[in-house]
């Protein structure tokens, strides 16, 4: 495809890729079990659910989510839920790796343990697709949740995470505007060093699969006008595919801003690793973790 | 007043505090213009617009202003337009100083060369104010656009500076929410180290005529629902009035993001010297140049 419209098209991706199996870690949540609902009324995944048992299935009967004794695993201990999450996954038996009701540097400890064999060598990075009214197509905002101050080499495996990830659901040469707080390079604002490096790396060829253009604000990377206004030619000013925050301070606020601001629907995920893990905000909405499994699922051919 | 609901309030507030003189460095640029045409219509204004006088009476014309010879000073240069704009304003002849197109800068080098007076000792901090269809009142954030990365003793002036401004609009006590990526004190990130001590500041009475808490990311500040779901207790929780951001990546970002992709109106004054300054960013609307001129007019009795 050309562009990622709405969140929509990647549900429809989804539905083609044929069902996975979900694993949930600490999965006594209700808006988690509503999100996994959801997905298994799509035929979307077939769910295990680790976590205490007991809470589980009261939140699930509640949800209305029917489930087999074998679809739930009776684990009260979050940091053994998490181990018991991931050893599924490590041994093949499930697909996707879901967050439920517990830290994320719980989970990520796990995850992040070599012994499971489920890192690839690049980094983990957080890659989210939001839907604007302000917007005309998708737009991925990354890395707004995982790495807190990425150096460069971390930049560049976050931006080659997110472009596998646009490359997965079938669009090649996604759009790359690196943010910064201006358009010109300032030595002092590391973000502005950043975009102009990786916008020469894209340009010797050394980050293929996209097009990277930066330092933008903001505004000059999402609205023509505002880059007009700017004097900018580029094309990749004022029509973004995907967003690189400078680090976790503005990608955590801009996440915020479009889903409780912005009126912007949101799916999201953890790439980088063998198996995308869906790794939701306890404050995001069921149709957000719906929209999230969704995307995972579509990540697996 | 309880809270600021609008930014028809701000300019109502204008409205009763008088006509103000209004200096512009560089005026030669359609939107300030068109901005200043509004606010002399409202009669809020008398203009003083240093630039190249030319160009000024051409996009004057065209925006619909009337000048009389007086109200130009012709200066094609514009450093000295910035040097002859700023000595208007030291010599007492204006009350208000506005950026025209010419960059921040060269400008703020003019402003800030004590020679002229018009610092006071504390920090120049910007101030935006936005009306947000997805909030119930005025959001102020700061700072979004002047300091770069501001250290503890910058983020105690800038709150200060934006409690002032909401002083000067008669509102005593607002909520000010730090900002963060996350809700607990984690020392690797210096946003939650920040807003602990900033927030025990204020409760030991430091920082007067304002309620201060955090670190909180963006949706437990401005979300009632997503502050329950936290599990947080505070007044300012989902009810800030006062955002007050890490950083200007951050801060421009969420600037931005109100502006272009959360449909929100806004009006900025720069806070902290002896008279507002109006610094508008190059891709503001006229309208959001016109409501910035309203709040530097009521700020002065």
Redesign the interface.
């Known amino acids: 495809m050309d562009s990622i419209r709405s969140l929509n098209t990647i549900v429809d991706f989804a539905l083609n890729t044929g069902k996975k199996r979900l694993v949930v870690a600490v999965a006594q949540d209700d808006d988690v079990l509503k999100a996994v609902k959801s997905a298994v009324d799509y035929d979307l995944v077939s769910p295990i659910l680790v976590g205490d048992g007991y809470k589980i299935q009261a939140l699930a009967k509640e949800a209305g989510l029917i489930l087999t004794d074998s679809e739930i695993i009776d684990e009260p201990d979050n940091g053994l839920a998490c181990l018991q999450a991931v050893k599924i996954v490590a041994d093949g038996n499930a697909d996707i790796l879901m967050k439920g009701m517990v830290g994320t540097a719980q989970l990520a400890k796990v995850v992040l343990n070599k012994e499971f064999g489920l890192l690839t060598g690049g980094l983990l990075s957080h890659v989210a697709f939001f839907e604007?009214?302000?917007?005309h197509k998708i737009?991925c905002v990354t890395d707004a949740?995982l790495n807190?101050s990425p150096g460069f080499n971390e930049k560049v495996d976050i931006v080659k995470n997110a472009v596998s990830v646009y490359e997965k659901l079938g669009m090649s040469d996604p759009l790359v505007a690196i943010?910064?707080?201006?358009e010109i390079i300032n030595p002092?604002?590391e973000?502005t060093v950043h975009a102009s490096m990786l916008s020469a790396m894209q340009k010797q060829g050394q980050i293929p699969g996209c097009i990277i253009d930066g330092p933008f604000?903001?505004?000059?990377a999402?609205?023509t006008?505002?880059a007009r206004?700017?004097g900018l030619t580029s094309e990749v000013a004022g029509n973004a595919d995907i967003l690189v925050?400078?680090?976790?301070?503005?990608?955590?606020?801009?996440y915020?801003?479009?889903?409780?601001?912005?009126?912007?629907a949101c799916a999201a995920i953890v790439a980088g690793a063998r198996i995308p893990v869906v790794l939701t905000?306890?404050?995001d909405h069921d149709r957000s973790k719906f929209l999230s499994i969704a995307l995972a699922v579509a990540m697996i051919p």
Chains 1, 2 share one sequence.
């Open positions: 604007s009214p302000h917007y737009l949740a807190i943010l910064a707080p201006v002092k604002i973000s604000a903001l505004d000059a999402i609205s006008e505002a206004h700017k925050v400078p680090e976790i301070n503005s990608g955590n606020i801009l915020k801003s479009l889903n409780f601001l912005g009126g912007a905000s306890r404050s």
